[in-house]
T-cell receptor
Framework: DAEITQSPRHKITETGRQVTLACHQTWNHNNMFWYRQDLGHGLRLIHYSYGVQDTNKGEVSDGYSVSRSNTEDLPLTLESAASSQTSVYFC???????????FGPGTRLTVT | DQQVKQNSPSLSVQEGRISILNCDYTNSMFDYFLWYKKYPAEGPTFLISISSIKDKNEDGRFTVFLNKSAKHLSLHIVPSQPGDSAVYFC?????????????FGSGTQLTVLP
């Protein structure tokens, strides 16, 4: 069955380190998204991509970057992790821009 | 400034009764609305949606109502079951133009008591 996976599921890192969170989907969706979930804020969009080599900034993109070298993967990189980036991160994909999104299981990141 | 607001962080109802989850929005350009359900340690899953050309959409025990003049939507669950206990997010989007991403509310934790 097609799916969307995230790795790692849990990560603890230190302030200032570079961290990359992986997202892989097997639906062949062009559109992929990264969100963070924080109490009181819901899901906030970090970056998104509408296809290979396309990346766009979302609402809370500072300190994060993404790259899209193939259809299946959209890795999220924290260039220099900060304690404010402690959160749960969700990746999502959809075949249609603006359509129903399918979410991965999430990565819980703790920055100490 | 949150464009999609869920003002109740939590809601408890008895099994078998109706659950009503509310969502307000400020951007009049939003024309499509979705509800997602999220269990602990899992990603959100799509539940039901409604276009702004409708005022009601029903799917089994779940019904979403849209009041465009009040910029308000609600999700009704009847009857509520313990398995419905989850966080519910409403989301909205603008269907035209380049900015067609979803904007999510902060979520409401529903607890259905047996």
């Amino acid at each position: 069955d097609a799916e969307i996976t995230q790795s790692p599921r849990h990560k603890i890192t230190e302030t200032g380190r570079q961290v990359t969170l992986a997202c892989h989907q097997t639906w062949n969706h062009n559109n992929m998204f990264w969100y963070r979930q924080d109490l009181g804020h819901g899901l906030r969009l970090i970056h998104y991509s509408y296809g290979v080599q396309d990346t766009n900034k979302g609402e809370v993109s500072d300190g994060y970057s993404v790259s899209r070298s193939n259809t299946e993967d959209l890795p999220l990189t924290l260039e220099s992790a900060a304690s404010s980036q402690t959160s749960v991160y969700f990746c999502a994909s959809t075949p249609r821009v603006g359509g129903e999104q399918y979410f991965g299981p999430g990565t819980r990141l703790t920055v100490t | 400034d949150q464009q999609v607001k869920q003002n109740s962080p939590s809601l408890s109802v008895q099994e078998g009764r109706i659950s009503i989850l509310n969502c307000d929005y400020t951007n009049s350009m939003f024309d499509y609305f979705l509800w997602y359900k999220k269990y602990p340690a899992e990603g959100p899953t799509f539940l039901i949606s409604i276009s702004s050309i409708k005022d009601k959409n029903e799917d089994g025990r779940f019904t979403v109502f849209l009041n465009k003049s009040a910029k308000h939507l609600s999700l009704h669950i009847v009857p509520s079951q313990p398995g419905d206990s989850a966080v519910y997010f409403c989301a909205a989007r603008i269907s035209s133009g380049s900015a067609r991403q979803l904007t999510f509310g902060s979520g409401t934790q529903l607890t259905v008591l047996p």
